[in-house]
C-alpha cells in the first residue's frame, strides 16, 4: 500500500533550520559589533586560570635531597583504569631503600587523567600537576620517562613531597 503526502506536511524540517539560521546571523552580527563583550579569550596572550583543585598533567614527586620517592610499590599501575602506567623495578643500593623504579613511564594517548593513580600512591609519589598543555607533532613519543615526569624543565628540579621522611620511619609507614 503506498501513502501519498503532501507537500506542506514534508517541508516540516524548514522553519526551524531558518530560525537556527537567523539565530547564528544574530549572535555572529552582535559578536562583530561589540567585540568588547565577547566572552572568548586570545589564547596565546591571555590564559585561563584552574582552580588549584585542576587535574593536569602527571608529576613524580622528590624527596629533599632529589630522589624519587616513588618506591616501585605497583599500586598506581594497578589501579590505572587505562593500563597506560609500566614500572620496572631494581633493588636500590641502600640497605635500608628495598626498591625503586628504574622506568617508569605513562603512555599519555592512553591516559584518561582520573586520577586514581595518585588516589593509589601510599606515599605521594605521584600527582596530577597544573600543567594541562603539551604540544607534539606525529613523530613525537607520548610516553614519558622518569626525566619527563619528574626532572623536566618547568618543575624547576622537581616537585618535594609535603610527606616527611623522618615522619613516615617513625610510624613504620
Known amino acids: 500500500m503506498i501513502i501519498e503526502r ?13 530560525s537556527g539560521l537567523m539565530l547564528t546571523l544574530h549572535k555572529m552580527i552582535k559578536n562583530l559589533l561589540h567585540r568588547k563583550e565577547m566572552l572568548t579569550l586570545n589564547y596565546p596572550e591571555e590564559k585561563f586560570e584552574y582552580s588549584p583543585r ?18 616501585a610499590c605497583m599500586l598506581c599501575a594497578t589501579a590505572c583504569p587505562a593500563e597506560c602506567i609500566t614500572i620496572e623495578a631494581s633493588e ?13 613511564e605513562i603512555d599519555m594517548l592512553r591516559c584518561v587523567f582520573c586520577g586514581l593513580c595518585e588516589e593509589a600512591c601510599p606515599v605521594d609519589a605521584i600527582r596530577m600537576g597544573p600543567e594541562w598543555q603539551r604540544p607534539g ?12 615526569l619528574a626532572y623536566r624543565p ?3 628540579g622537581g616537585i618535594t613531597s609535603d610527606v616527611d621522611d623522618q615522619e613516615r620511619h617513625r610510624y613504620g609507614i
Open 137 to 148: 607533532t606525529p613523530t613525537d613519543s607520548f610516553i614519558y620517562g622518569i626525566q619527563e
Open 92 to 104: 636500590h643500593q641502600d640497605p635500608s631503600v628495598e626498591k625503586y623504579p628504574i622506568k617508569y
Open 154 to 156: 618547568s618543575l624547576k
Open 6 to 18: 503532501d507537500r506542506a506536511e514534508s517541508a516540516w524540517y524548514l522553519p526551524p533550520i531558518v
Open 54 to 71: 585542576f587535574r593536569g598533567n602527571h608529576v613524580l614527586t622528590v624527596k629533599k635531597d632529589g630522589s624519587l620517592r616513588c618506591t
